[in-house]
């Protein structure tokens, strides 16, 4: 979904195999996140997606439906006063993907945390997916209970109090539970009042230089694309600190080896910015916040796939070097 300015909120949607993550993803934004054949054809989200929605807010009503995601209120048709843009990161349920998860976790301001009413909880990646929360420090979370649609009132209040039961404890203790049903958009508005009072746009220092986490990377051409139209590669992410400009020079470390490449791991990147992408818009420039993609004049065959996930861009000289020894502290995740 377009939006009137740059997304200022990561806002994940993790959870179980199943539980709803991508629909509601769609109830939310509009947008299927999943756009991989592999994805549409097994029904799963195997890598990070990711949509974005505006928030709107009705000057007319009150309570739980004074936000929308729509510019006019659908109940008494006011103009909606715009009140910021969130992104949504779809991460995958599966336990093979969780390191897809945890990729996507890294991005997070706040969480919804799924659980379907029509299977006791909690289920494997639930557990698992609350662990991650801690471990990577994501404090705003919600808990959707979803597919209320599928089971009976009892049903539903037992799960309920299965879930209260399972985050006892955890970081999710006091985090709110909303009923919903994301495939008919049952109590989706109570949702959206939910997020936007718990969970508020972080702030930023835009002094510092620019730094990106590579979240995603793609080869935008379509096979058969003649050369002199060939696009360069695209990363995608979110800017942790400063901004950045088109034409900006970026860096990206470590640099891609094998293959055959010469290059050393030390050696940077170098590339300019040719575009700047937020919530299906394009931008002279982006601040932190919300989820990015920067064209690049980069050869494709460097972005193709996800080839530079993980890395880090950002401006030249201002990149930590790259280590090859450290020591570090584990987190165990407890298998159920």
Not at 138 to 152: A, G, L, P, W, Y
Not at 211 to 216: E, L, S, V
Not at 220 to 233: C, I
Request: glycine share 10%.
């Amino acid at each position: 979904m377009k939006v009137p300015t740059q997304p200022e909120v990561n806002i994940g949607l993790i959870g179980h195999v199943d539980h709803g993550k991508t629909t509601l993803a769609k109830a939310l934004t509009g947008e299927w996140t999943d756009r991989h054949s592999e994805e549409i054809k097994r029904g799963i989200s195997i890598r990070v997606g990711y949509a974005d929605t505006p928030i709107y807010r009705c000057p007319k009503c009150e309570g739980e439906e004074v936000y929308r995601t729509s510019e006019i209120c659908p109940k008494c048709e006011a103009q909606g006063e715009y009140v910021r843009s969130i992104s949504f990161v779809d991460a995958p349920g599966h336990e093979t993907l969780m390191a897809t998860m945890l990729s996507g976790a890294a991005l997070m301001n706040g969480a919804l945390l799924l659980i379907a009413a029509n299977e006791s909880c909690p289920q494997p990646q639930t557990r698992e997916h609350l662990m991650a929360l801690e471990i990577i420090g994501v404090q705003n979370i919600i808990i959707v209970q979803n597919k209320i649609d599928i089971v009976t009132k009892e049903e539903a209040v037992n799960n309920y109090n299965e879930i209260k039961e399972f985050v006892k404890g955890t970081i999710a203790e006091d985090a709110p539970i909303i009923p919903v049903s994301a495939h008919h958009d049952v109590n989706i508005d109570r949702l959206i009042f939910t997020i936007q009072e718990h969970i508020p746009s972080p702030e930023y220092d835009l002094t510092k230089p620019a730094k990106m986490h590579i979240a995603r990377s793609f080869d935008v051409n379509k096979p058969g694309t003649y050369p002199e139209d060939l696009k360069g590669g695209v990363i995608g992410g979110s800017l942790n600190q400063g901004e950045l400009k088109v034409g900006d020079e970026i860096d990206i470390l470590p640099n891609v080896t094998g293959e055959g490449r010469s290059v050393s791991e030390d050696t940077p990147i170098r590339t300019k910015i040719s575009s700047l992408h937020a919530g299906g818009e394009g931008f002279e420039s982006v601040r932190p916040g919300g989820l990015i993609a920067i064209g690049t004049f980069l050869d494709p065959s460097l972005t193709k796939s996800d080839s530079l996930v993980g890395r880090l861009s950002g401006k030249p000289g201002s990149l930590p070097g790259v280590i090859r020894e450290f020591t570090m502290k584990t987190h165990l995740l407890k298998r159920v």
